[in-house]
């Protein structure tokens, strides 16, 4: 089966801070792999996406992730936290061979960044 | 504006009651999803158009959920005699390339249904 796991559920990080968020998935074959976040009252918004290539993908508001092949990870980092990342931070994942477009989300990180 | 709209942002509806949930994507977006978001959980897909082709509708719960989009544009997500159990965010997602694309899927902010 295909899934994706946030292991999770809060992380707490000082601002100035560096942050991870973490992710694993188990898709059969390659992967895309999209990180979104969402803030209180709003619609996901897309922050990066890994689909070939470089294994470290840059997104929005100085946000990073690496993919992991061999420990089929995709964790979400930034070098310096700041307040305003506080907010919901979900992965998800679609089989590159996958007829459809439907993606799968974790059940995601709440990401608290304290000043 | 050019995003994703969803109307109405907030239904409370009684048990039993019919609904309805519209859904705008970006124009020109050939895919359109739709999926729902219980309480602390990440979204659960429900259901997925090719321009007016529902070419995925393995993730609709039951067969009170019904989803159209007869004009490739506006879509409708329908739940008939709604239960306690359908109380959720209901989210809408478009995309401009076709089934097996890659692209980012774009939200529009939801449909908070509450069943009383």
């Known amino acids: 089966a295909q899934s994706v796991a946030q292991p999770e559920d809060q992380v707490n990080v000082a601002e100035g801070n560096p942050l991870t968020v973490k992710c694993t998935y188990s898709?059969?074959?390659?992967?895309?792999l999209f990180w979104y976040v969402q803030y209180p009252n709003r619609g996901l918004q897309f922050l990066l996406k890994?689909?070939?290539?470089?294994?470290l993908v840059k997104g929005s508001y100085g946000f990073e992730a690496e993919f992991n092949k061999s420990q089929t990870s995709f964790h979400l980092k930034k070098p310096s936290a700041l307040v305003s990342d506080s907010a919901l931070y979900f992965c998800a994942v679609r089989p590159i061979y996958s007829s459809a477009s439907k993606i799968i989300f974790g059940s995601g990180t709440r990401l608290s960044i304290r000043p | 504006g050019a995003g994703v709209s969803q109307s109405p942002r907030y239904k409370v509806a009684k048990r039993g009651q019919d609904v309805a949930l519209r859904c705008d994507p970006i124009?020109?977006?050939?895919?359109l999803f739709w999926y729902q978001q219980a309480l602390g959980q990440g979204p659960e897909f429900l259901t997925y158009f090719q321009n007016e082709a529902q070419l995925d509708k393995s993730g609709l719960p039951s067969d009170r959920f019904f989803a159209e989009r007869p004009e490739g544009s506006v879509s409708t997500l329908k739940i008939q005699r709604t239960q306690q159990e359908d109380s959720a965010v209901y989210l809408c997602a478009s995309s401009p390339g076709g089934g097996g694309s890659y692209n980012e899927q774009f939200f529009g902010p939801g449909t908070r249904l509450t069943v009383l």
């Open positions: 124009s020109g977006h050939v895919s």
């Open positions: 890994y689909i070939t290539g470089d294994n």
């Open positions: 898709v059969s074959g390659n992967p895309y």
